[in-house]
C-alpha cells in the first residue's frame, strides 16, 4: 500500500475551523437580528439564507467560480487589491465553505433567540443592562445550547462538503484538497486502501458529532427557558 | 396512469435497439458530439454520449457500468480492460492522436515558443489530475522534461478532467492550463486567447484507443459505430478538431497484433 498522506485531513479541520469562526461572527447578529425584526425583509431574508440547503451544490459552484474569477464581483475587487486570484484558493474555499454552510449555524441561532421571552430581556433593561450588556450577560449563556448546534453543524456540514469544492477548489494538495476530494481522487484511481482509511475515519468522525450534538441538545435544552 | 406508462414506454423499448451508450475522454467530448450526429444522420440508432476523465470511466466500467463503447485518451486503460477480458474479442483500435498545448485566454500570457512558462512567468498554472487523466499525465512529463515540474508542482491547481482544467481556463481563475488542441479547435467554439503547442518530443504520444465493450456484443448499432470510426467522413471529423488519426495501414497492423 502507499503511504497514507494526512494533509488533506489537517487541511480540512482548517477549513472548517476558519470558516466556523467567520460564521459564527456573522450569523450571531444575522440571527439575533432575524428573531427580533418585524421587518418585511425577513422573510426574503430567511428564504436566501435556506438557499444552500435545497440547490445543487453546482450551482452554488458555478456562480462561485464565476463571481470569484478575474472578472467577477469578488474576485475582481480582490485581485485589484491583493494581485492574487480567489477561486482555486484556500480564501476562495472558505467564501464557499460560509456560503454553503450559513443555514446550518444561522437557523439554530435564530430558534434559540426566539425562544429568549421578551420579559427577560425587559427584567435585565429594569437593572439598567444596556443592550450589548444584556446580550452578554443575558442571551449568550441562555443560547449556548444553539451555539454549540450551530458551531458544531457549520463544522461538520464543512467538513462534509463536496461539490461545491470540487468545482471551485483545483485539488491543490495542501492548499485546497480536503479530505472528501483526497477520497473521491484515490476512489478515481482504484486506490481503495486509502479510500477505505479516510472514509472510514470520516465516517467515525460524523457519528461522533452528531452524537455529541444530539446529547448536548437534550441536555441544555433545560437552559432555554422553557 | 398505465395509459401513460405505456405510452412513454413503448418508444423507449423500441428505441433500445438502436442505443450506443458511449463513455468517452473529456478531451474528446466535443468531437465525439459531432461523430455522434453525422452517425446518427444516415443510422436508426442513437448514440449516448457520458464522458469524464478516462481513469473515472475504466474504474466505473471494472464495477460493470453498463456502456458500449469506451474512447480512452490513452492505450494503457483499453488495454487493461481487454487483459481483463471485458471487452468484445480484437475490438481494440487507435482512432485519434492527441496534441497537447498550453493555452491562456489572455493574448500576451503565453508565448508560442513557451518561454514564458519556462521562466516561471506563469503564476498560476492547471493540468489535468495525472493519475486518471492521460492528458494531465503527458502535461507532468512535459513540465518534468522541460526541468520545470519542481518550480510548478506546488502550486499547479489539477483539474478532475481536462474539461473542467480548460474551464479554469475559460474563466481565468488559471493564468494558463495544458489542455487537449481539440479544445481549443472546437469550430463551434472558437478559442482566442494565446497558445503554445507543446512539441511532441516533450511528452509520450497520446495515443487515445477505442475497444467495444462485452455489453456490446448483442449491439450490432454499437459495432456500427465503432466502424464509422475508421471511416474516412469520420477521420475528417478527427482532424478537424485538432486530432491526428492513424494511418490506415497502422491500424490494420494493429488489430492483427496478438494480445499481449
Same mark, same amino acid.
Given at each position: 500500500m502507499?503511504?497514507?498522506?494526512?494533509t488533506p485531513?489537517?487541511?480540512?479541520l482548517?477549513?472548517?475551523?476558519?470558516?466556523t469562526?467567520i460564521?459564527?461572527?456573522?450569523?450571531?447578529?444575522?440571527a439575533?437580528?432575524l428573531a427580533?425584526?418585524?421587518?418585511?425583509?425577513?422573510?426574503p431574508?430567511?428564504?436566501?439564507?435556506?438557499l444552500p440547503?435545497?440547490?445543487p451544490p453546482?450551482?452554488?459552484?458555478f456562480y462561485?467560480?464565476?463571481g470569484?474569477? &478575474?472578472?467577477g464581483?469578488? *474576485?475582481?475587487p480582490?485581485? $485589484?487589491?491583493? +494581485?492574487? /486570484?480567489?477561486? #482555486?484558493?484556500?480564501? @476562495?474555499?472558505?467564501?464557499g465553505s460560509?456560503?454553503?454552510?450559513l443555514?446550518?449555524?444561522v437557523?439554530?441561532l435564530?430558534?434559540?433567540f426566539?425562544?429568549?421571552g421578551?420579559?427577560?430581556?425587559?427584567?435585565?433593561a429594569?437593572?439598567?443592562?444596556?443592550p450589548?450588556?444584556r446580550?452578554?450577560?443575558?442571551?449568550? &449563556?441562555l443560547?449556548?445550547g *444553539?451555539?454549540i448546534?450551530? $458551531?458544531?453543524? +457549520?463544522f /461538520?456540514h464543512? #467538513?462534509?462538503?463536496? @461539490?461545491?469544492?470540487?468545482?471551485?477548489g483545483?485539488?491543490?494538495?495542501?492548499?485546497?484538497q480536503v479530505?472528501s476530494?483526497?477520497?473521491?481522487?484515490h476512489?478515481?484511481?482504484?486506490?481503495?486502501a486509502?479510500a477505505?482509511?479516510?472514509?472510514?475515519g470520516?465516517l467515525?468522525?460524523?457519528f461522533?458529532?452528531l452524537f455529541?450534538?444530539y446529547t448536548?441538545?437534550?441536555r441544555?435544552?433545560?437552559?432555554? +427557558?422553557? | 396512469?398505465?395509459?401513460?406508462g405505456?405510452?412513454?414506454?413503448?418508444?423507449a423499448?423500441?428505441?433500445h435497439?438502436?442505443?450506443v451508450?458511449v463513455?468517452?475522454?473529456?478531451?474528446?467530448?466535443s468531437?465525439s458530439?459531432a461523430?455522434a450526429r453525422?452517425?446518427?444522420?444516415?443510422h436508426?440508432?442513437?448514440v449516448?454520449i457520458?464522458s469524464?476523465?478516462t481513469?473515472?470511466?475504466?474504474a466505473?466500467?471494472?464495477?460493470g457500468?453498463?456502456?458500449?463503447l469506451f474512447?480512452?485518451?490513452?492505450?494503457?486503460r483499453?488495454?487493461?480492460?481487454?487483459?481483463?477480458?471485458?471487452?468484445?474479442r480484437?475490438?481494440?483500435f487507435?482512432y485519434?492522436?492527441g496534441r497537447?498545448v498550453l493555452w491562456?485566454r489572455?493574448?500576451?500570457?503565453v508565448?508560442t515558443?513557451?518561454?514564458?512558462l519556462k521562466?516561471?512567468?506563469?503564476?498560476?498554472l492547471?493540468?489535468?489530475?495525472?493519475?486518471?487523466?492521460p492528458y494531465?499525465?503527458?502535461a507532468?512529463?512535459?513540465?518534468?522534461?522541460?526541468?520545470?515540474?519542481?518550480r510548478?508542482?506546488?502550486?499547479l491547481v489539477?483539474g478532475?478532467?481536462?474539461?473542467?482544467?480548460?474551464?479554469?481556463?475559460v474563466?481565468?481563475?488559471v493564468?494558463?492550463?495544458?489542455?487537449?488542441?481539440?479544445?481549443?479547435s472546437d469550430?463551434?467554439h472558437?478559442?482566442?486567447?494565446?497558445?503554445?503547442?507543446?512539441?511532441?518530443?516533450?511528452?509520450?504520444r497520446?495515443?487515445?484507443?477505442a475497444?467495444l465493450?462485452?455489453?456490446?456484443?448483442?449491439?450490432?448499432?454499437?459495432?456500427?459505430?465503432?466502424?464509422?470510426?475508421?471511416?474516412?467522413a469520420a477521420?475528417?471529423?478527427i482532424?478537424?478538431y485538432?486530432?491526428?488519426?492513424?494511418a490506415l495501414r497502422?491500424r490494420?497492423?494493429?488489430?492483427r497484433?496478438?494480445t499481449?
Amino acid at each position: 500500500m502507499q503511504d497514507l498522506d494526512l494533509t488533506p485531513l489537517w487541511l480540512t479541520l482548517e477549513l472548517a475551523a476558519v470558516t466556523t469562526v467567520i460564521l459564527l461572527l456573522l450569523g450571531t447578529p444575522l440571527a439575533w437580528w432575524l428573531a427580533r425584526t418585524r421587518s418585511r425583509l425577513k422573510t426574503p431574508i430567511e428564504a436566501v439564507i435556506a438557499l444552500p440547503l435545497v440547490l445543487p451544490p453546482t450551482v452554488l459552484g458555478f456562480y462561485l467560480l464565476i463571481g470569484l474569477g &478575474p472578472d467577477g464581483i469578488v *474576485g475582481g475587487p480582490w485581485r $485589484a487589491m491583493t +494581485g492574487g /486570484a480567489l477561486a #482555486v484558493t484556500f480564501p @476562495g474555499l472558505v467564501i464557499g465553505s460560509v456560503l454553503y454552510s450559513l443555514p446550518f449555524v444561522v437557523q439554530p441561532l435564530q430558534n434559540t433567540f426566539e425562544t429568549i421571552g421578551n420579559p427577560l430581556l425587559e427584567a435585565a433593561a429594569t437593572l439598567r443592562a444596556g443592550p450589548l450588556d444584556r446580550f452578554f450577560t443575558v442571551v449568550l &449563556p441562555l443560547a449556548r445550547g *444553539g451555539f454549540i448546534t450551530g $458551531a458544531t453543524l +457549520g463544522f /461538520a456540514h464543512t #467538513v462534509g462538503e463536496f @461539490g461545491v469544492v470540487l468545482m471551485i477548489g483545483g485539488n491543490v494538495p495542501g492548499k485546497t484538497q480536503v479530505i472528501s476530494i483526497a477520497i473521491y481522487d484515490h476512489v478515481e484511481a482504484l486506490e481503495y486502501a486509502q479510500a477505505h482509511l479516510l472514509s472510514a475515519g470520516l465516517l467515525a468522525f460524523s457519528f461522533v458529532v452528531l452524537f455529541l450534538v444530539y446529547t448536548l441538545n437534550r441536555r441544555w435544552r433545560p437552559a432555554l +427557558g422553557r | 396512469m398505465l395509459a401513460a406508462g405505456i405510452a412513454l414506454g413503448a418508444p423507449a423499448a423500441a428505441a433500445h435497439d438502436g442505443e450506443v451508450n458511449v463513455a468517452v475522454a473529456a478531451n474528446f467530448l466535443s468531437t465525439s458530439r459531432a461523430l455522434a450526429r453525422r452517425f446518427m444522420a444516415d443510422h436508426q440508432a442513437r448514440v449516448l454520449i457520458s464522458s469524464g476523465s478516462t481513469g473515472k470511466l475504466y474504474a466505473q466500467i471494472r464495477h460493470g457500468a453498463p456502456y458500449d463503447l469506451f474512447l480512452a485518451a490513452d492505450v494503457r486503460r483499453p488495454r487493461k480492460l481487454e487483459q481483463a477480458g471485458l471487452i468484445v474479442r480484437d475490438s481494440r483500435f487507435t482512432y485519434a492522436v492527441g496534441r497537447l498545448v498550453l493555452w491562456s485566454r489572455d493574448p500576451r500570457q503565453v508565448d508560442t515558443d513557451g518561454r514564458n512558462l519556462k521562466h516561471g512567468r506563469i503564476a498560476r498554472l492547471a493540468i489535468a489530475n495525472p493519475k486518471t487523466a492521460p492528458y494531465g499525465a503527458a502535461a507532468r512529463t512535459a513540465l518534468q522534461r522541460l526541468g520545470l515540474w519542481s518550480r510548478y508542482r506546488q502550486d499547479l491547481v489539477r483539474g478532475e478532467n481536462v474539461g473542467q482544467t480548460f474551464q479554469f481556463a475559460v474563466t481565468g481563475n488559471v493564468d494558463a492550463a495544458f489542455v487537449a488542441l481539440s479544445q481549443i479547435s472546437d469550430p463551434h467554439h472558437p478559442q482566442g486567447g494565446s497558445r503554445w503547442i507543446v512539441p511532441e518530443r516533450l511528452y509520450p504520444r497520446i495515443e487515445q484507443q477505442a475497444v467495444l465493450l462485452k455489453n456490446a456484443a448483442a449491439n450490432p448499432a454499437a459495432a456500427d459505430f465503432a466502424n464509422f470510426l475508421h471511416s474516412a467522413a469520420a477521420r475528417a471529423i478527427i482532424e478537424r478538431y485538432g486530432y491526428g488519426v492513424p494511418a490506415l495501414r497502422d491500424r490494420q497492423a494493429q488489430r492483427r497484433q496478438p494480445t499481449p
